[in-house]
């Protein structure tokens, strides 16, 4: 039995959370967590007293200590694992070792990934229709493939009504209620848009398909509780439909300016640009690429129905920092974006056209031919960018409407 001071937190009648909470985490394999995030385990008490996912290794102890509040962790006598990445697993072989149930369950490609990361064996395989008898209740599986690994998958205890959604529906936030009800729903809001644009855009049809799928499924849900984030027990269309709007990715009445500048030529073009849009009447942010990270950039993009991105040229290169936003974003696939490349060099001239070339192959629309300088931009070329800020920002109006 632990030692340390942790109590498990209800749920449900039956259902208790025994996560852990990680206030100072800072990054997310590339993705900035400002607001820290959570490790959302849980314990189902029936007569098969059953643990549902786990925790990032180092948090195992909190893990064990919230079980021990309730129970002693030897008498569990099920594991299921929705998702084998490490910060839902990370601590599974410990938690394994320290309960000895008698089965563990995991989709079909859990069972090879758990194998591939922990060394971990004779797993029970469940796959969509399957269901496991816990006594009074049940647990339901459904493979969320791709969701966002190719294990994931969404498990629902019926005698309570709980659906474990594993990432789906969560978002990076530690904070001190469990309950979404209880945070701030602007808080809500931006960072549940910015887990689904850094970690789901690029399974947005996925997503779609999971949420169509689910009336069919009659699961009756009361409770969403997603690995990450709070829980949710009020109002579930809410983040059900948020998650709807981002997967749809429809144009938007909202622009970006991102940008990266060497002696602030680029960033004229930048404010002037960004100027113009705001004069043809759409919304718009500016982002410095030295003072916001890639996961802040593609959450505007997400949000954005106008992407423009400019930089320097530095070595006949894109300036890096521009390099690594393009290619991180690319890889997350946005969809209906109208896209802008500006820039300016001394030399050779090859970053906006760089950055043009990153822009087709998102699959953006170029309404306007790339804009560069060289060296510092002049008072025309300042109000050319103005004029095709208002040309692109009228532009989307129109396809908005």
């Not at 509780?225 to 938007?252: F, S, T, V």
């Not at 006949?316 to 696939?333: C, S």
């Not at 790339?370 to 800020?389: H, N, R, W």
Request: glycine share 6%.
């Amino acid at each position: 039995m632990s030692n340390l001071c942790f109590d498990a937190v209800p749920v449900s009648p039956n259902v208790w959370w025994v996560g852990a909470r990680d206030w100072s985490v800072r990054n997310f394999h590339g993705y900035e967590t400002n607001r820290g995030s959570s490790y959302n385990a849980f314990l189902v008490i029936d007569e098969k007293v059953t643990v549902i996912d786990a925790v990032k290794a180092p948090f195992v102890p909190e893990m064990l200590a919230r079980i021990a509040s309730v129970i002693d962790p030897a008498k569990v006598d099920y594991v299921i694992s929705n998702h084998s990445e490490p910060d839902h697993s990370g601590g599974l072989p410990e938690i394994i070792a320290a309960t000895n149930p008698e089965k563990v369950f995991a989709s079909t490609a859990g069972t090879k990934t758990l194998a591939a990361y922990y060394g971990l064996e004779n797993i029970t395989t469940v796959k969509t229709g399957d269901s496991i008898s816990l006594g009074a209740g049940s647990i339901a599986f459904v493979d969320t493939k791709m969701l966002h690994w190719p294990d994931s998958m969404v498990s629902f205890y019926d005698r309570d009504k709980v659906l474990f959604s594993q990432d789906a529906f969560g978002m990076h936030l530690a904070a001190s209620p469990i309950w979404a009800d209880e945070c701030d729903t602007a808080v809500l809001d931006y960072e549940a848009r910015k887990y689904f644009a850094n970690i789901l855009n690029l399974q947005a049809d996925r997503v779609i398909g999971l949420l169509d799928s689910l009336p069919g499924l009659n699961l009756d849900i009361k409770i969403i509780a997603p690995d990450h984030g709070p829980l949710w027990r009020q109002d579930l269309e809410w983040i059900l439909n948020l998650y709807r709007d981002a997967a749809e990715q429809k144009y938007r009445k909202h622009a970006l300016v991102a940008f990266s500048t060497m002696w602030h030529s680029t960033e004229k073009l930048a404010f002037a640009l960004a100027e113009g849009i705001r004069a043809a009447g759409v919304e718009v942010q500016l982002c410095d690429l030295e003072a916001n990270d890639r996961s802040a950039v593609m959450t505007e993009v997400a949000r954005s129905g106008l992407i423009a991105f400019g930089a320097p040229t530095m070595n006949n290169q894109m300036f890096p920092k521009m390099a690594d936003v393009l290619n991180y974003i690319k890889g997350l696939r946005p969809k209906n974006k109208i896209g802008f490349a500006f820039g300016s060099y001394g030399w050779s001239g090859e970053g906006a056209k760089q950055i043009a070339a990153e822009l087709e192959a998102m699959g953006a629309e170029q309404l306007e031919p790339l804009f560069q300088v060289k060296y510092m931009p002049s008072a025309e070329d300042l109000c050319k960018m103005t004029e095709i800020g208002k040309k692109l920002g009228a532009a989307l109006i129109e396809r908005c409407q």
